[in-house]
């Protein structure tokens, strides 16, 4: 049986996933407590032979893996369809963009950005790929949205159920694979 590890980095969501069981870690924004708990992140996968890390394209996902791979040599992988949601607002408040999809956040793809469901698209198009994975175990380390796709895709979520997931930091979860 394979196993599937996701996790959120430091300083967004990491998911771990281990077939046939899903694991979920969140980190909070904060460098400084992120870092703290990668390291006790780290200390909790210690004992789990990963043989494979994914991350997303962005730095703090590689961060995380690396505070998590220290010591252990696993090849890191990056996808970028482990990204988190494409908003078309960085560098403005959330509110700003909570507003302009409140309407219809699934659908709509505000300039610039992508809907949910084309987040959705592109991540499960990762996850059909991760079955094909001839690994045992391996790490995931990705992003808040993007966990929520894989929670929908492993406890057969409609979209609604999908968007009003939330999460805790440390948080985990297991899904069969």
């Known amino acids: 049986m394979k196993n599937r590890y996701f996790r959120h980095p430091a300083d967004s969501n990491p998911l771990i996933i281990q077939a046939p069981n899903l694991r979920k870690l969140y980190f909070s924004r904060c460098p400084k407590t992120g870092i703290a708990q990668a390291e006790v992140a780290a200390k909790t996968l210690a004992s789990i032979p990963l043989s494979r890390i994914y991350v997303s394209g962005l730095p703090r996902t590689g961060q995380t893996a690396d505070i998590i791979n220290r010591n252990r040599g696993i090849p890191i992988y990056t996808d970028v369809r482990l990204n988190e949601i494409k908003t078309g607002f960085e560098g403005k408040p959330a509110g700003d963009y909570f507003a302009a999809t409140g309407h219809d956040r699934y659908n ?42 894989f929670a929908a895709y492993f406890e057969h979520l409609n979209a609604d159920e999908m968007m009003a997931l939330s999460y805790k930091n440390c948080e985990i979860l297991k899904y069969s694979l």
């Open 108 to 149: 709509f793809s505000p300039p610039g950005g992508e809907s949910v469901k084309e987040l959705q698209n592109r991540v499960t198009g990762f996850i059909t790929e991760l079955h094909n994975v001839n690994e045992q175990s391996v790490l995931i380390v990705t992003h808040e949205e993007t966990l929520k796709v």
